[in-house]
């Protein structure tokens, strides 16, 4: 895979997983205050967990995406 395709997923991929994060969040955040207020996937005393788990998953496709190793380093020269 080239830099520019790298680069294009690296935004791409976290970009899907944070309005899918939004969604949920918005509906865990609705079960809370389903008939007091407006529910906010921002609310983060209620979807803290929501977010930490999206982050992960995040962390862990960059990782997967920009970590070298020895043997790539070695098949290219």
Same mark, same amino acid.
């Given at each position: 895979?080239?830099?520019?395709?790298?680069?294009?997923?690296?935004?791409?991929?976290?970009?899907?997983?944070?309005?899918?994060?939004?969604g949920i969040g918005k509906i865990v955040?609705?079960? #809370?205050?389903? *008939?007091?207020?407006?529910?906010?996937? @921002?609310?983060?005393?209620?979807?803290?967990?929501i977010w930490v788990i999206?982050? #992960?998953?995040? *962390?862990?496709?960059?990782?997967?995406? @920009?970590?070298?190793?020895?043997?790539?380093?070695?098949?290219?020269?």
């Amino acid at each position: 895979m080239n830099e520019p395709e790298k680069v294009i997923k690296a935004v791409i991929f976290p970009l899907i997983i944070i309005v899918i994060t939004l969604g949920i969040g918005k509906i865990v955040s609705g079960f #809370y205050y389903a *008939y007091y207020r407006y529910a906010s996937p @921002f609310d983060f005393g209620h979807t803290w967990y929501i977010w930490v788990i999206s982050l #992960y998953v995040i *962390y862990k496709i960059e990782l997967k995406l @920009f970590y070298k190793t020895k043997n790539d380093s070695d098949q290219k020269k």
